[in-house]
């Protein structure tokens, strides 16, 4: 009964494809996000949805787009992927408001680009 | 925007010895977070720090908080192997987004 789960755990593709990673939390959480870490580990928030609603989103091409059917699913469809998109997706979920805003990961979907 | 520092940000330490992670941010933030990352592995969240003076502690893990000093540590007491992993700390925008240091590479030598 895993909480946050992603799909697929590992995507290799060419360049000039499109791909899609799909997230699913079972918290019953209204927030969930979508982080990119690169090679040297860094992490950057991509995008956030409260409720379907996109609240948050970064500087990111816009060949990144993400859809949230519910609130409990959050996917990130990629077009035209580029060298520079191969990192860890990792896909988040949270509680907003006045509650810790304490984030539960999934265990991420690592994507190369070749 | 908020800035969040680590330092170190690679630590090699003997077991049984102590250490502090220092993480500095740059502007107010409401609430501080340490996360683990195990090599290969997703973040598993450890604590997370609400207010002024806020201490938790967890094993040999401990994390405080000095929002007036914008500093909050995570200090390891009597280190295990166990515990290597990549440390994270974050803070919270104003605008509710999550900003990470770039975290601290922590190898513990058996």
């Known amino acids: 009964d895993t909480a946050v789960s992603q799909t697929p755990k590992y995507l290799v593709t060419q360049m000039g494809n499109d791909k899609s990673i799909k997230c699913e939390q079972n918290?019953?959480?209204?927030?969930m996000y979508w982080y990119k870490q690169d090679s040297k580990k860094f992490l950057k928030i991509m995008f956030s949805y409260n409720n379907k609603e996109l609240i948050i989103n970064e500087t990111v091409p816009n060949r990144f787009s993400p859809k949230s059917p519910d609130k409990a699913h959050l996917n990130l469809h990629i077009n035209s992927l580029e060298l520079g998109d191969s990192a860890v997706y990792f896909c988040a979920s949270s509680l907003p408001g006045l509650l810790s805003y304490e984030q539960y990961f999934g265990p991420g979907t690592r994507l190369t680009v070749t | 925007e908020l800035k969040v520092e680590q330092n170190p940000l690679f630590l090699s330490m003997q077991e049984g010895k102590n250490y502090t992670i220092y993480c500095n941010y740059s502007?107010?933030?409401?609430?501080l977070y340490w996360y683990r990352q195990d090599p290969g592995k997703s973040l598993e969240s450890l604590f997370v720090?609400?207010?002024?003076?806020a201490v938790k502690q967890e094993g040999r893990l401990m994390a405080s908080l000095d929002t007036k000093a914008r500093l909050s540590t995570l200090h390891i007491t009597a280190a295990v192997h166990d515990l290597s992993a990549t440390y994270f700390c974050a803070g919270m925008n104003r605008d509710d987004k999550i900003i990470f240091g770039k975290g601290t590479r922590l190898h513990i030598l058996p």
């Open positions: 918290l019953g959480h209204d927030t």
């Open positions: 502007t107010t933030s409401d609430r």
């Open positions: 720090l609400l207010s002024n003076g």
